[in-house]
């Protein structure tokens, strides 16, 4: 590797060429995890689903959580990462990435909860031969097919320059695999031009999308008659939450990277404050919803509203729905009120509770309603086995795998936006600044930015 | 830097293709699948509306994902230049 040609930016490819005894460590652990997981998954697949805690009336249970929960994690990435791109907010740049990445890895592992929830995947088939567009679950399948691809492209397409750093700098095994997904970028003018277009027409589009998919999943719950699910506020609700997860999910991941790596002069403390301060609004947005939803539950005293919503507050589900509150709001609005000082620390932990109270808050959505149905079938509780801990184990150590094995073949941070940030984004800075001021000059042509960007690149 | 190896480029540009035409594959089984949906309900008189609506929606989202990546690929791919 070439560090005079990279500059200052050789630390961003040292997870790449260097392995250290931490990372053997990691996929160990990640891998008993995992297998842990799969003798779970080959024990319901061959005894069925009686084996876990899936019952009548509560006939989802946890992998409808997670599915939901990650699902919900994905909104950290693209949706984040296209808003803070469109609005060209500069202190973007060693994040979106980071961002993206997760969430191509949570869609992958939340659609694979619906496949663990079939019990008899073989039933997939029925879904391709004899699906019914009138269900919100063959809904789901479109928005998070359409999502999973926008995100894939949205992820590939800024990493192509990066990709072609690697192909020119590194040697090995690995030369193959750079020199294919580089697709033949030198950086001329017309590849950047081309480029650029793409991501600000993907950026456009993926944050409908991304919008659409968490909307939909609501719609499984909200479209059914069902007590304290049938509510028109579900589709903001979840969007809410999703978003608030996602940050939540992204924080925690750049307060992992940052200490692994010692990324401390890319990830500074005014990212984790920025991005505190939209965590601190989602908490409050958070808050109001949950709010509206349970009031007006509550005002309304439908006795079968009623079970499930005392189910919450006093009833069995009690410890999850307070703990959901402890971790979703007192925590958060403890630690990220003030900032100023010890913003990694506080973000990171009030990140951690909030991904936690997030769980519990699908949790919480899903469960306490089965176990309350509104036709008459007899009370439930659901005690998840062994198994429904196993799956969530493995579905959770599948995911942070995925994102070993990408911090180790690509870069996490994008070099070439970072440098465009020197070379470039400074510049655009002052003037954009400038063309804000009553006496400003008009902003310059966006051809003459192009060709800027095209020779700091190059 | 040294030439590159001419077998070496032609496995490349083969799997390159074979990403861009992966692509192609995926999208156009999802739009095929979508359509399928519509001709079922369509056939069996079971709301063809919901499937006609949805669809009106997601096959040009599909289809406008497909044309920015394939011209993305073949945009990069033409206009190289030396490294």
Known sequence: MSDATLGRDAALLVPIVKTGRGFYVTVTILGLL??????????????????????????????????????????????????????????????????????????????????????????????????????????????????????????????????????????????FLYSVLAMGWTGTEHQQKILNRAIAILAVMVIPIAVSVHTVVSFVFSMTIQPMWHSTIFGPYFVAGAIFSGIAALIVAMGIIRRIYHFEAYLKPIHFRYLGYLLLVMTLLWFYLTFAEYLTGYYGSEPEEMKVFWSKFTGPFWPFFWAMVVCNLVIPLILLVRLRHHAVGKTVVASIS??????????????????????????????????????????????????????????????????EGREVGVKEVEERLLTYLPDGAEPERAHDRAHDRARALT | MSRPDPAFERTVRIFQWAIAGSTLVFISSIVLWIVHLIRTAWSLGDVPSASIGISLVAIPVFLTLLGVGLSVFWGLLRGGGPR
């Open chain 1, 34 to 175: 995992i297998a842990w997981g799969a003798v779970a998954y080959w024990t319901q697949f061959d005894q069925g689903l009686g084996v876990t805690g899936l019952h009548q009336p509560v006939s989802w249970g946890f992998y409808v959580t997670n599915f939901v929960f990650f699902i919900g994690i994905s909104h950290a990435g693209t949706l984040i990462s296209a808003i803070l791109r469109l609005t060209k907010a500069e202190w973007r740049r060693p994040i979106t990435r980071m961002a993206e990445v997760i969430t191509v890895m949570v869609l992958l592992i939340g659609a694979g909860q619906i496949l663990i929830d079939l019990g008899r995947p073989d039933r997939l088939m029925n879904i391709f031969r004899y699906g019914r567009y009138q269900s919100p679950l063959l809904w789901d399948a479109t928005s998070i097919s359409a999502y999973f691809f926008a995100s894939t492209v949205y992820l590939y397409l800024p990493l192509i320059p990066d990709i072609a750093i690697l192909r020119d700098h590194l040697g090995g095994k690995r030369r």
């Open chain 1, 354 to 419: 909030v991904v936690i109270g997030m769980w519990l808050e699908r949790f919480n959505i899903v469960v306490p309603t089965l176990s309350n149905p509104r036709l008459p079938f007899p009370e439930g509780q659901y005690w998840p086995t062994w198994i429904e801990w196993g799956e969530t184990a493995g579905s959770f150590g599948l995911f942070i795998l995925f994102y070993v094995i990408f911090v180790k073949l690509f870069p996490i941070i994008s070099i070439w936006e970072i440098r």
